[in-house]
């Protein structure tokens, strides 16, 4: 049974840095494309970052280019988000999500197995 487990939000102000971890067991992340998403309070879940299973290609949104890192920890099989020069609409529930697809997709429905979610609150 594949699970993932998402830790390491908290509260922050704005401009601080964040690192969030997602520890996948049941099955080695390279097997997988990894993608984390965000809902923000009132809003529709979105995609924030993706790592590719056959490579370390990495995709962004425009919202959090420049501020986001994904990166992947094979002998830990773990997946990371890197976050900073946090907004205040960073704020959120982040999850991380694995999908046996080749590319990175940023649609939801593309995702296989999903984390609980962590939160992350960035005050001004």
């Known amino acids: 049974q594949v699970q993932l487990v998402e830790s390491g939000g908290g509260l922050v102000q704005a401009g601080a840095s964040l690192r969030l971890s997602c520890a996948v067991s049941?099955?080695?992340?390279?097997?997988?494309?990894m993608g984390w998403f965000r809902r923000a309070p009132g809003k529709e879940r979105v995609f924030v970052a993706g790592i590719m299973k056959n490579d370390d290609s990495t995709n962004y949104p425009d919202s959090v280019k420049g501020r986001f890192t994904i990166s992947r920890d094979s002998a830990k099989n773990t997946v990371y988000l890197q976050m900073n020069s946090l907004k205040p609409d960073d704020t959120a529930v982040y999850y991380c999500?694995?999908?046996?697809?080749?590319?990175?997709?940023?649609?939801?429905?593309?995702?296989?197995?999903w984390g609980q979610g962590t939160q992350v609150t960035v005050s001004s």
């Open positions: 049941g099955h080695t992340i390279t097997g997988f494309s």
């Open positions: 999500a694995a999908s046996f697809s080749l590319e990175i997709p940023w649609h939801s429905a593309a995702y296989s197995y």
